[in-house]
């Protein structure tokens, strides 16, 4: 199985290609130093093969890779960093923003 993954900056995403073919993406957004990842999806043809996992792992990566903290909307996104606590260290929570006082 031959996958790639862009960034395709005109369209906020990054994309998955097989073969040629867009087969899934990853939505993001970028404000200040914060990646929002709102929503991850892969064609139902392809589901169950990890693609959705090569998407978040490529996001990830280049988050990580710019210096950016993230912010795991999508509930798959989520689940996937916890299932990969080596990418936990790029979680930004929304309450780290607020003054305690």
């Known amino acids: 199985m031959d ?3 862009i960034d395709a900056t005109d369209r906020h995403r990054y994309e998955a ?3 040629g073919d867009l087969i899934g ?3 993001y957004q970028v ?3 914060v990646m929002v990842l709102p929503h991850v999806e892969v064609l139902p043809r392809v589901e169950g093969r990890g693609l959705g996992g090569t ?3 490529a996001a990830l990566d280049d988050a990580r890779r710019r210096g950016l ?3 795991p909307l999508c509930p798959f996104v989520r689940a996937w960093i916890a299932r ?3 990418y936990a260290d790029l979680v930004h929570e929304r309450n780290q923003e607020r003054n305690p006082s």
Do not use: E, G, M, N
């Open 69 to 71: 903290r993230v912010r």
């Open 25 to 27: 993406f990853a939505d």
């Open 84 to 86: 990969h606590p080596d």
């Open 31 to 33: 404000t200040a130093d």
């Open 17 to 19: 290609y097989l073969d």
């Open 55 to 57: 998407l978040a792992r």
């Open 3 to 5: 996958v790639s993954v």
